[in-house]
């Protein structure tokens, strides 16, 4: 009778479950780590979009008359912003590309700018990405 006892212990739960629920343990972490990468990433690029420099050079673009011509109306940003921002204070730089479009084309705004009190821009220029023609935003 002894024999046919041990025959029926009960095996614990992860000895039953362990086909299931390792994978599913795995995958989760996988899912949690993207998640966190993608929140990672969408908070810088929104802290970018939000900045001085962003807006300011984003209006000189949309407000140029050559650029309309060339991108059409309603330009808007076009994907992800990259390149750096540092601020310090009353005091700061910024470096970075927009792919922007319209409704004629596409293109990339370059932004170099320091801040000392408000943002001076060094270098804002718009490359049109079908004509592969420069547009000097600073030059009125």
């Known amino acids: 009778m002894e024999d046919s006892n041990s025959e029926h212990i009960k095996k614990d739960w992860f000895t039953r479950n362990w086909k299931w629920f390792v994978p599913t343990g795995c995958l989760s972490i996988l899912v949690l780590f993207g998640l966190f990468i993608a929140g990672i990433f969408f908070g810088v690029t929104s802290i970018m979009k939000d900045s001085d420099a962003y807006k300011g050079a984003m209006t000189e673009a949309q407000n140029n008359k050559l650029v309309i011509e060339k991108l059409g109306n309603k330009i808007e940003s076009d994907g992800m912003v990259s390149g750096s921002i540092n ?50 935003l600073l030059q009125k």
């Open 87 to 136: 601020v310090s204070n009353n005091t700061g730089n910024c470096d970075i590309q927009i792919p922007i479009k319209g409704s004629k084309g596409t293109g990339t705004l370059f932004v170099v700018a320091t801040k000392r009190g408000k943002w001076k821009y060094n270098e804002l220029s718009i490359y049109i990405e079908k004509t592969e023609e420069e547009i000097d």
